[in-house]
């Protein structure tokens, strides 16, 4: 049986925990299991090195950004490759390089093209557990790039489809999928099974254990996944398709995202092609918009509303000046929150969306803009009731039972 597996920032904390997920790797290994281990940096100390290259310049160079936040993971993977050679195992550690990852040329936001799994097969063959960086690759023109947030799940997934593994097993400080994020409900309930779908809308809503790309990815190979904790050995959340999950509850669960700003763009001249422009040029600039709400024309003029992740607001200001002098404003709101009601059930029911809206009413909750998909019903609101809206929903549909 061969198994990936990921461990994150808090997991990798310190060489202690290190030293923790070393044992946990060897009873996999005892196990009879082939055992490929992607991790990331420390915890924070991506952060840190972001900062430092922020000393210098505001907008530093994304090539060298790249190459001061690819060293830690390569620590950690060389770290743990130590402790488990301590113990007796054949260890090796790898790079984004040495493990064949190849992406495209989008420094810090590099999507993987395609993995030469040769030297990886080559080293479980003779028997050794390989220790990845997570988080990075390398273009075709030996750059090195990272993979954004989140990506050293999206490295390890990616090597589980590449491999054909039997399961990648993503670690946390959490122990599985919660119907919400239990620091803010503690009547919160772990999800034993949930679909690749309705992971993929908590992911994209904010749900903090896995991010899109990751679920993305494990959907598009079949990958099974497991998310459960590094500090526990109770059973995590099994992500899978919706054919083996027996019940299919109307809601799933209430994701909360506050990483959200609100542009709103008023006055524009409401002329064919003027959102073309507008989206295209925040596309160029790699700005991922989410929620997008467009008034009905008036004298000819429009307003434009959309949500972009608050933390890409000062990036979204600069490439939007070039048309300050052909609206009459331009407005950035950073103190939002997305919060978002997830289930198939909801496939095959009515009323979900007017109960969450009478709940919110209930509690004086304003609802500033609704974007709604099958399985999905997100809305902005205030980000002052936030955690509110959240208890809120999750006991209107009686996710604490």
């Not at 600069?318 to 997830?342: M, R």
């Amino acid at each position: 049986m061969l198994v990936v597996q990921k461990y994150g920032g808090t997991s990798m904390g310190d060489c202690e925990r290190i030293a923790n997920v070393a044992n946990r790797v060897m009873e996999a290994k005892r196990a009879g299991q082939s055992v490929v281990v992607v991790v990331s940096a420390m915890s924070g100390q991506t952060d840190t090195l972001i900062n430092y290259t922020k000393f210098f310049s505001k907008f530093p160079n994304e090539r060298e950004v790249d190459m001061v936040l690819s060293s830690g993971e390569r620590v950690t993977s060389a770290l743990l490759a130590i402790a488990l050679q301590a113990q007796g195992q054949k260890a090796i550690s790898l790079s984004g390089r040495g493990a064949g990852i190849f992406t495209d040329d989008m420094h810090t936001k590099a999507r993987i093209e395609y993995i030469d799994t040769s030297k990886i097969k080559q080293l479980l063959a003779q028997d050794y557990i390989i220790v990845i960086s997570g988080f990075q690759g390398i273009t075709q023109q030996g750059e090195v790039t990272t993979l954004g947030r989140g990506g050293s799940d999206l490295s390890a997934v990616a090597i589980a489809g590449a491999l054909k593994a039997d399961l990648c097993e993503i670690y946390t400080d959490v122990d599985g999928v919660y119907t919400t994020d239990p620091r803010i409900d503690k009547n919160a309930k772990k999800i034993h099974r949930i679909s690749y779908d309705e992971m993929l809308e908590l992911a994209s809503m904010g749900a903090k254990v896995l991010l899109n790309r990751s679920v993305e990815l494990a959907k598009k190979w079949n990958v099974p996944l497991v998310t459960r904790s590094s500090f526990t050995h109770d059973e995590g959340t099994l992500i899978t398709t919706e054919e083996n999950i027996m019940e299919k509850p109307i809601v799933s669960g209430i994701a909360l995202d506050k990483n959200q700003a609100r542009v709103s763009i008023t006055n524009v001249y409401d002329r064919p092609g003027i959102a073309a422009e507008i989206f295209g040029t925040l596309a160029d600039a790699h700005i991922n918009v989410d929620m997008i709400v467009q008034t009905l024309g008036r004298d000819g003029k429009t307003d434009i509303d959309f949500t972009i992740p608050q933390t890409e607001t000062d990036m979204t200001k600069k490439v939007l000046e070039k048309f300050l002098d052909s609206v009459e404003s331009i407005d950035y709101d950073c103190d939002i929150a997305k919060v978002s009601i997830v289930g198939v059930g909801m496939k095959s029911h009515s009323g979900v969306a007017s109960t969450a809206f009478k709940a919110l009413a209930k509690e004086n909750i304003n609802i500033m803009m609704i974007s709604t998909s099958e399985i999905k019903i997100s809305m902005i609101i205030a980000s002052k009731y936030a955690e509110l809206a959240v208890r809120t929903l999750h006991s209107v549909y009686e996710l604490d039972r």
